[in-house]
């Protein structure tokens, strides 16, 4: 049963979020595990760069990682929504925390053959606990009210950017006092306390989710079982696109500064691309919208696609810092419209896999993107590849933007005995 019910809901803010029971131990948890993904892949490749000398090896590990746990991270998710996620999270995280500190002792020394850390490191990957689905999954499930749950997916995505920034931070500090190595023994500790953290919390319940009565989201599955799998795939696609965008950008920006002679830039150019998602972000949650999630979702992509295209006309690194902070403004709300409308289609019992499959469309495209963009740089003008790394972006939300002015949304879901939220 949801934590909150639409006829006694408290006003929408994200202090009322953090007020529904058990809600800031559920989330604070799930951050907890979660900074391992911001410390663990900088780790892994400064260790395996210290131990074999070699940025190849490292770049090859690296690659082995994000294949494994991006393109397998929905058969996770949906194990968890079969069974669980305290039957299903504790065993990953502990088989992942087990690897990440064999990889800590492998990458200690120098006697570790490249094929045993990359072998290692794969297998490592297949084990990545899906914190990010469950946590938004288990907030689905304790706001039955859309617009308290809006506030509360922006606020999950800009923390999301906050540990994807602090997390290198943290490794910086370890490898100053201790080495690389001692950063995979960090996020593998990180990983297992939050996650052990986050299953004991109340509102992750043990066993397969089954509804025990009738509610108005069965009705909808039955009525709109084509348009709910239409629904998923419009935030799947729409979130690869971003992606891609996002994934080329940042490639292009470090070419863009050493083209100027100003790699400095670099950093600050990051930098204001999360500091603009965070603050998009956290205006996108406190907004009372009208819209349905679908137009938003293809306006934001819009948007964003639209002023990275004109980031590459910048005359100067500075001015390119600027209109990539504007850009980090639609970023942030886009990836949590698309969270939403993955959220609002997704069957009974599927709403981890729908969140998964948003975030491994989003990696997948930033991957691809990155190798793509990289056979561009040097070959093509700087505004050129701007404009093509804007175009999945511009050209997905152009054309999902009409059919989402038409389309039907999902009667609100509501509990027993409540009426659905307005």
Known sequence: MSATSPAHSPAPTYAAVLRTPHARRTFGAALLGRLSNGTAPFSLILSVKGSTGSYAVAGTVMAALGVTSVLLSPARAALVDRFGPRRILPPLAAGYALLLTALAVATATSGTSALALVLLTAATGTLTPPLGPVMRAL?????????????????????????????????????????????????????????????????????????????????????????????????VVVAAAMGACLGAVDLLVIAFADEHRLPGAVPWALAALSAGSAVGGLVYGAVDWRMPTAVRLSLLTLGLGSVLAVAGLSPHPYVLIGWVALGGLFLAPALTSAYLLADEFAGPGRRTQAGAWVNTAFNAGATGATGAAGLLVGTLPPAVCFALAALPAVGTAVGTLVPAVSWRRPRPRSVAGAEPAQ
């Open 139 to 235: 907030l689905s499930e304790m706001l039955s009210d859309r617009d308290l749950l809006r506030r509360a997916y922006s606020l999950d995505t800009v923390a999301e950017e906050i540990l994807f920034v602090s997390g290198p931070l943290l490794v910086g500090l370890i490898v100053g006092y201790a080495s690389a190595p001692a950063g995979l023994a960090v996020s593998a500790g990180l990983v297992l306390v939050g996650t052990l953290a986050l299953v004991t919390s109340p509102v992750a319940r043990s066993g397969k989710r089954k509804p025990t009565s009738p509610t108005s989201e069965d009705e909808t599955a039955e009525e709109t079982g084509a348009t709910q799998g239409a629904g998923v795939l419009r935030a």
